[in-house]
C-alpha cells in the first residue's frame, strides 16, 4: 500500500474543494451579480470572484518564493457577470494548480525543518519543549508516575 505524502493529501483535498465551490458559483442567481445585503461588504459578484484571488494569489506567492500585496497575479480581472464566475474560477484554478505541480513534498517540510531547530534550541537554553510528534521525556515521566499511582490506588 503506498502512503501519499502531504502534498499528494493537500492536492486531493484542494481540487475536492474548488469543486464544491464551482457548484456554489454555479448556484448563484445570474441577475444578481451586484447583489450587497451589507452596503459596505461586497457584492456576491465580488465575493465570489476573491476566491478566485486567493487562489490565484496564495500559490503564486508560494511558486514565486515571496509574498507582497504588490505582486499580481496574471490573468485575475475580475469578471463583471454571474455567468462568467464559475468558468473563470475554473480558469484561476487550473493556473493555480499548475503553478503547484512542481512544489515537493520537501518544500512544505520547510517550517518543520525550523520548528525542529527550534525545539532544540528550547532544550538547549533549558526549556522543556512540547512533545510534537509524541511525548518528550518531561511528559513520559509524568505519564509514568500517574501509571504508577493508578496501579498502587
Known amino acids: 500500500m503506498t502512503h501519499r505524502n502531504e502534498i ?31 452596503p459596505k461588504g461586497r457584492s456576491i459578484g465580488e465575493l465570489a470572484w476573491h476566491l478566485s484571488e486567493i487562489d490565484a494569489c496564495l500559490t503564486f506567492a508560494i511558486a514565486e518564493g515571496r509574498f507582497s500585496f504588490e505582486d499580481e497575479p496574471p490573468d485575475l480581472k475580475r469578471p463583471r457577470e454571474v455567468a462568467l464566475l464559475a468558468p473563470g474560477y475554473r480558469r484561476v484554478h487550473e493556473q493555480a494548480r499548475a503553478r503547484l ?33 509524541g511525548p518528550n521525556r518531561e511528559e513520559m515521566a509524568e505519564m509514568r508516575d500517574r501509571m504508577a499511582a493508578a496501579s498502587k490506588a
Open 8 to 38: 499528494e493529501t493537500f492536492r486531493e483535498v484542494w481540487n475536492f474543494e474548488a469543486e464544491s465551490t464551482l457548484q456554489l458559483l454555479e448556484a448563484l442567481p445570474s441577475d444578481q451579480y451586484d447583489f450587497r445585503p451589507d
Open 101 to 133: 505541480a512542481n512544489v515537493r513534498n520537501d518544500q512544505l517540510d520547510h517550517l518543520i525543518h525550523h520548528r525542529a531547530q527550534l525545539v532544540l534550541l528550547c532544550r538547549m537554553a533549558g526549556g522543556a519543549p512540547p512533545g510534537l510528534y
